[in-house]
């Protein structure tokens, strides 16, 4: 919502007047935020977490997965990152090739691009074929006596290159993942919170019928203020209670950090900032648009809002 929003700014400060603390202390905040961000998610998206980074989100999933499942395997896409602790470098091709390399438990599918990917334009169902790629992982993955816990993967693609996933893609994908067991997990860390313009989340350019089972989130959520969020549903959240650990975070979920959260939200709607990621997103894709045509050295060009990707070719 833009460098030191006055909103912003003010709702930290008032609240930083009147009491900031260890979440274990109750306050209303942390039930108003829930319930306001709730009304931005499908239904059945009904559980949250409070935490203090797009990093501590993913890895929370990852423990909310695995113990809703009893399974360990994560399938991720190419080029993916998912954050910067230790279980997340795991899951992210990106770090973890040039590091310790895979571990037996990832299973790492092509990137659903249909620009530069294994099934192109021309192809007659890139969805089926790019999803038909998971269901071949998971296969494998049981043959060898392994189990998949999850598929974890960023509703857009953004380090592997701002990648728009066909229509449909999702459908698919979570039915191959469900079937074994497991559960999709939607990072939405980069693209949610209106970003893509036309949706308040990423996953939802999938269409009204694609649902994830847990959705992360991160960066823009408190404007550059260290707040992040987990998602999920009422079973998922009940399996991982059960284990009598709960889960705590200290300053997740705190006074101001709720305060700052509402602040964004009101900002969002209140400046029309969806809208206005549709109009300067498609006014930017038309002038890229327009270069492509001059220039042999633009190969294509993307988006949604303002999430664009161009690919610059030989």
């Not at 990648?163 to 039915?175: D, L, R, S």
């Not at 996953?203 to 960066?219: A, H, R, S, Y």
């Not at 969806?274 to 633009?298: D, S, Y």
């Amino acid at each position: 919502v833009g460098h030191c929003h006055p909103d912003i700014v003010k709702a930290a400060h008032e609240q930083n007047q009147l009491l900031n603390t260890n979440s274990r202390y109750l306050h209303d905040n942390l039930v108003d935020y829930a319930e306001r961000l709730s009304r931005t998610l499908p239904e059945k998206l009904s559980r949250f977490y409070f935490l203090n980074s797009g990093s501590e989100a993913n890895d929370l999933a990852l423990r909310l997965a695995r113990q809703y499942t009893k399974h360990e395997d994560v399938i991720v896409l190419d080029h993916a990152y998912h954050g910067h602790l230790t279980s997340l470098i795991d899951i992210s091709p990106y770090k973890f090739r040039n590091l310790d390399g895979q571990k037996e438990w990832v299973h790492v599918a092509p990137v659903p691009d249909t620009y530069r990917g294994l099934y192109r334009e021309d192809h007659e169902d890139s969805v089926t074929a790019y999803a038909n790629e998971v269901k071949n992982i998971i296969e494998q993955a049981h043959k060898k006596g392994r189990k998949i816990a999850a598929y974890f993967v960023e509703s857009l693609p953004s380090v592997g290159g701002q990648i728009i996933p066909p229509a449909g893609y999702f459908q698919k994908v979570a039915e191959h993942v469900h079937k074994a067991g497991g559960v999709f997990i939607a990072d939405e860390i980069q693209v949610g919170f209106g970003r893509v313009g036309k949706h308040f989340w990423a996953f939802q350019l999938q269409g009204e019928d694609f649902i994830p089972d847990i959705v992360t989130m991160g960066k823009p959520i408190g404007n550059g203020h260290p707040i992040a969020c987990v998602a999920t549903t009422k079973e998922i959240a009940e399996a991982f209670a059960a284990t009598g650990v709960e889960y705590f975070n200290t300053f997740g979920g705190n006074p101001v950090s709720c305060a700052i959260g509402l602040a964004v939200l009101d900002v969002i709607e209140k400046e029309h900032l969806q809208a206005c990621a549709t109009e300067v997103g498609n006014f930017l894709m038309k002038l890229l648009k327009e270069q492509k045509i001059k220039h042999p050295l633009i190969g294509d060009v993307r988006g949604s809002g303002l999430f664009i990707g161009v690919d610059l070719i030989k």
